[in-house]
């Protein structure tokens, strides 16, 4: 169990160095970015959507309180890092790797917090007394 949150929390901390350094690099290279989002299709404004929604979706995850909201941003971490790769093999442009490292790493926060998550719930119902009436 403890090795378990130790590989959880490693793995998190690189997961949040990925996005936020994402985030740090749309707003310094904000020309090289748009000229990117450009090439890519993309309009310009969407940076802005992005990086605010990528903190508020790293600020979920390091926060953790609602299982179903996790759900929901590990989906749309998911779907941002596949479709960016698949994007930037369509055009050609790299190959998308630190899109794919980013997503090996949200897999792995995902599973860890799932069994972490289902390890304190069997903790919990093992500690609770079942109270059984008898009719």
Request: include cysteine; glycine fraction near 8%.
């Amino acid at each position: 169990m403890k090795s378990q949150k130790t590989f959880y929390y490693i793995a998190l901390g690189l997961f949040s160095i990925a996005v936020i350094g994402s985030i740090i690099n749309s707003i310094i290279n904000f020309e090289t970015v748009a000229d990117t989002f450009s090439k890519l299709g993309y309009p310009t404004y969407l940076i802005y959507v992005l990086g605010v929604c990528q903190f508020i979706g790293l600020a979920m995850i390091l926060i953790n309180k609602s299982h179903w909201v996790l759900e929901w941003v590990y989906a749309g971490f998911f779907m941002n890092y596949t479709l960016g790769a698949l994007a930037h093999l369509a055009i050609k442009d790299g190959n998308g790797a630190s899109a794919v490292v980013c997503i090996v790493l949200l897999f792995v926060t995902y599973i860890q917090s799932r069994k972490i998550r289902n390890t304190n719930n069997e903790l919990e119902a093992f500690g609770k007394p079942e109270f059984v009436k008898y009719i």
